[in-house]
């Protein structure tokens, strides 16, 4: 099926681009290429091929993130907070 194909190709690539993002915030953290390309392989490895439903989410964070950002700038700053809210 069609569908099914283009889920896989958006698995893939999501896939690639959390290696890509992986592999960037680990040669920035151990400062070797080498050793960061391994970490980043073993963590998409394990979590994401042994566990492909993971995928989806960061990609559903991020979707919730981009189209829902703007409902809480809708609350009017001087509503009072409940108990358990407030500072």
Known sequence: MIALD???NI???A???YLIWLYAWAK???GSA???AIFAVIIVYLTFYQYP???WVPIIFFLIATFFSGMFEKI???VKKPEH???
């Open 6 to 8: 283009i889920l896989e």
């Open 11 to 13: 698995q893939i690539a």
């Open 15 to 17: 896939g690639l681009i």
């Open 28 to 30: 920035k953290q151990l």
């Open 34 to 36: 080498p050793i960061a």
């Open 53 to 55: 439903v993971l995928i």
């Open 76 to 78: 009017p700053p001087n």
């Open 85 to 87: 809210l407030k500072d």
